[in-house]
Every structure is written in structure tokens, then in C-alpha cells.
């Protein structure tokens, strides 16, 4: 990127940036080829919002069940719902919510879990954003124990075969690790700290599972994914040349990620080597000014929510 590209892409993003964790250092692409098969659809035709509603900062993004694509916003309403031709459904869910909305998953059964990085608690919700289950004191920040359930700042949010519920936290880097509960949310165990070594986290960004029940935890400034047993016993960590910001296991067998401020979604095989890129920092099409949280349908297609840039930018499969 040219150097009165980037200035004004600083500027522009300024006001921002100011509540996220941009890195301090040049942004890093990652060395891979480009991603020959994901062509980037023009962000302001890939969902179709109502003339009457302005784009807002998105969180994340999660697909139902039934294939249609669910928004996580930072504004009123908090739930946006769209087909899988990117058609409007609805939006739902109370305006007073989530103050700082961050992670979503949905369940196989529609039901929904979203973390709020302000509130510093974890919601389970009915299909309709109705609450089912709070975990965390809300608007109370510190370290959990029997005594003291509190949550520092939760990302994201991952469920095992059994139900069990594994929250990844520490957004601003205070606390970072995972959390595990039973099903009912009793509190079960803890790992992780803040650090550089095996095991440690800067911030534990987001968080995925898979079919044999390994945990993905992406450490995001220390730019590598942690696999970790339900128990917490680190498995094997993969280093990676840019952040790691979201992580989704593909049907496909293959994992995809985003690079946050360094502006990518990759694909990557399950030996953690980056099989293509695509993507860039920036303001057009194609590009981010953070690629925050990823979702994919089962054709392929990877919806990226992006909070700086107010969009969910669409990459097609091909």
C-alpha cells in the first residue's frame, strides 16, 4: 500500500480504532497465493438492509440452522437476519440488550450465545433473543471463582458434544484464558494467562471446536491458534505470519480464518499450513478495515463482519 494510501486510511478509521487493538507495528500479510476460488461480492449488494437503517458497527455473524445468515450488531436493534440470497428478514432482540456486543454462536437447535465485552457476561438466547441463561455479574469485571462469578471482558463462545460451554476472554488483553461450564452454567475449570509461552494468551480472541472435541483458541496478537483438550492440556500450537482473529471448521475439512487489522480471510489445512489468501487493509471492495468475526454457509460462501468499516463484506465460493 502506497504511504498517502495508508495516511488516509488511518484517518479515516481514527475514530475507531480508538476501542480496538490495532498492532503497533507495519500490517502483515500473510505469504500464501491467492485464494483462486473466492471472488469478493460488492459489499453494498451482498445484504440488502431496509432504506430506512444505517449500517452499523457488526460484531459477528452466525448462520441458523435453516441457512439464513444472523448479524450481531452494535447498535438497536442487536440481531439482523438475512436469506441466503441476502435478502432482509428481520431485526430482533430488546435495544438495551448487549452494550459492547462481541461473539456469537448459534446451536443446531437455534439458539443463540453472545458474549458483551463491556458487560463482561455471556447469554444464552432463544431463537427469538429472548434470555435463556446469563453467566457473569453484569457490569462487573475481575477473576472467576465460586465466590466471584466474573468474566473480564468474554469473547466468544464454543460448545462441546456434551454441552458443555467454553468461553474465550480477555478482549483488552486483561485476563485472557478459557473458561469451562457444564451445560446447566456451573463452573468447572480455567486455564491460560497472560503471556507468550505455550498455554498463555494475549487475548484469547475467539474460539472453536471441532468433531472430535479440540478446542481452537485464536491468540491473536501472539498471531498463532492454541488446540487445547476439553481439560485444557495444550495439544499443539500453529504460528502464523499475521493476527489471527476468527477461526471457522469448515464441513469441508479445512479451516478458515481472518486476519483482523492485517485485512485477509485464508484458508489453512488442519496442520495449521495456509493454503491461499485473500484480501487486503483498506476501504474497497475486497478489503478491511478489521476482519473481526467469519461465518460460512455450506456452499463455502464466508460472510466477514467487519467493526471498523460498519459492513459484512461477502466472499462467494466460485
Known sequence: MKTTSLICLLLFL???????????????????????????????????????????SYAAVAMTPQGNLIVLSRSAPPFLEFDSDGKFVRSFGADDLLTRAHGMTIEPNGNMWVTDVTDHVVMKLDRNANILMTLGTKGEAGEWSTATPLFNEPNDVALDSRG?????QGHGGNMPRVLKF???????????SRGYGPGQFVAAHAIEID???VLYVADRENMRIQRFDTE???????????????????????MYITTGFDGEFAKVDMEGNVLGSIGSPGTENGQFGEAHALAMDAHGNAYIADV?????????KE
Open 232 to 254: 485444557g492440556t495444550l495439544l499443539r500450537e500453529w504460528k502464523f505470519d499475521a493476527m489471527v482473529c476468527a477461526i471457522f471448521l469448515h464441513e469441508d475439512g479445512f
Open 182 to 192: 457444564s451445560p446447566d452454567g456451573r463452573f468447572i475449570t480455567q486455564w491460560g
Open 14 to 56: 481514527l475514530p475507531s480504532l480508538a476501542e480496538a487493538q490495532r498492532p503497533i507495528r507495519p500490517l502483515l500479510p500473510l505469504r500464501a497465493y491467492t485464494l483462486q476460488d473466492y471472488r469478493p461480492v460488492d459489499f453494498r449488494e451482498a445484504l440488502e438492509l431496509p432504506a430506512n437503517m444505517e449500517a452499523a
Open 211 to 213: 468433531a472430535d472435541d
Open 308 to 316: 471498523i468499516l460498519r459492513r459484512v463484506q461477502k466472499f462467494a
Open 164 to 168: 458443555n460451554i467454553y468461553v474465550a
